[in-house]
């Protein structure tokens, strides 16, 4: 089983960057593929980015590609979320999600539903 907790949420003006982190406990975090997701106010959650468990392949929305630049480094134990050129639509409650893909460790998972397990989340604000 693998415990998620994110951090680096906080207020930022518009054009400016933030860097997310998501620490994973334990000592498997190699073989999963984790992914951040947001949910903005009154919105239904999205998909934002994922990389694979072997760190070679990742996937962005259409609405952040340019924008954020998603990496894991496995030793650590830690996937991190950097995202550049903030908009006020980049509003939302992060979230990192993790699934286990086994020998499988170059496939993305784009999909909530492939994900088992997830963390509180980490506000983001953006202002104009």
């Known amino acids: 089983q693998v415990q998620l907790v994110e951090s680096g949420g906080g207020l930022v003006q518009a054009g400016g960057s933030l860097r997310l982190s998501c620490a994973a406990s334990?000592?498997?975090?190699?073989?999963?593929?984790t992914g951040w997701f947001r949910q903005a106010p009154g919105k239904e959650r999205e998909f934002v980015a994922s990389?694979?468990?072997?760190?070679?392949?990742?996937y962005y929305a259409d609405s952040v590609k340019g924008r954020f630049t998603i990496s894991r480094d496995n030793a650590k134990n830690t996937v991190d979320l950097q995202m550049n050129s903030l908009k006020p639509e980049d509003t939302a409650v992060y979230y990192c999600?993790?699934?286990?893909?086994?020998?499988?460790?170059?496939?993305?998972?784009?999909?909530?539903?492939?994900?088992?397990?997830w963390g509180p989340g980490t506000q983001v604000i953006v202002s104009s």
């Open positions: 999600a993790a699934v286990n893909t086994g020998f499988r460790l170059g496939y993305i998972y784009t999909g909530q539903s492939s994900y088992d397990y």
């Open positions: 334990g000592r498997t975090f190699s073989t999963y593929c």
């Open positions: 990389i694979s468990a072997n760190g070679a392949n990742s």
